[in-house]
């Protein structure tokens, strides 16, 4: 309990963290840095911990993939786009922000777009530093971030021929979540491609038709995939927050 912030000083949260510890250090889903989860308790009522800040090199991972949403860059980088209007970041936050109902989704994109005042054009940067610190990505989690960040790598270099992150960043990415113990780094692309699918359907908006949507679901089916039967992924289980976890909520 040595990264546990100074100000939690309620003893039944340092019990409850306690033992989140010690069945993570059992589980084998050992981590060198704090990684705030959201905890159900047996009543059901969700545990809020302050977010401790981000590991620095994950940190910057963000700050690229959101310069990387930005700017759009084809995968040869020749054609990316300048700047954006209010419009095109909405649209971005629909895509970076947890997938959520499609009112909560409104709610969360009209409360981070008042960080922009009456601007019509946004700024690079403006764009990134409002995103590091909007409280939805704090509420989620460290986790479930980097979690959204590679799926939606996944999605944009396979199907969107969009370069969000360069191999480097992907790769040290990949390595978080697998020390993280994270099931995505175990998606194939098909799987992949139906989480994404699903994880869209959610906010109310496709990344697919129907007939194809169909087709994919049918073919994982056979293959008898976990992603298509719903399951939990382990840490979910654990009760800690995860991408799957937001994708079974039910609205």
């Not at 949507?213 to 289980?237: G, H």
């Amino acid at each position: 309990l040595n990264r546990v912030p100074s100000i939690i000083k309620d003893s039944n949260m340092l019990r409850v963290l306690s033992v989140v510890a010690l069945v993570g250090t059992v589980s084998g889903f050992t981590t060198s840095k704090w990684v705030r989860p959201t905890l159900l308790s047996k009543a059901g009522l969700v545990e809020e911990l302050q977010a401790m800040e981000w590991d620095e090199d994950i940190s910057q991972i963000a700050s690229n993939y959101l310069q990387g949403k930005y700017k759009k860059c084809s995968l040869d980088g020749e054609e990316c786009r300048a700047i954006c209007d209010r419009v095109e970041i909405e649209a971005l936050l629909q895509d970076i922000l947890p997938p959520v109902s499609p009112s909560e989704l409104e709610s969360e994109t009209n409360d981070i777009m008042k960080a922009f005042g009456t601007e019509e054009v946004i700024d690079v940067f403006d764009f990134v530093g409002a995103l590091k610190k909007n409280k939805f990505w704090v509420q989620a989690g460290e986790l479930v971030v980097k979690e959204l960040i590679y799926l939606d790598c996944l999605q944009s270099n396979y199907v969107s021929k969009v370069a969000l992150l360069n191999d480097d960043d992907y790769d040290e990415l990949k390595d978080s979540l697998t020390w993280d113990g994270s099931a995505l780094v175990t998606l194939s692309g098909d799987e992949a491609k139906f989480l994404y699918a699903i994880a869209s359907s959610r906010k109310g908006k496709t990344s697919m038709p129907d007939v194809e949507y169909a087709a994919l679901k049918s073919k994982l089916k056979k293959e008898d995939s976990w992603v298509v039967t719903r399951a939990q992924d382990p840490l979910e289980k654990m009760g800690m927050s995860t991408l799957l976890g937001y994708i079974h909520r039910t609205f």
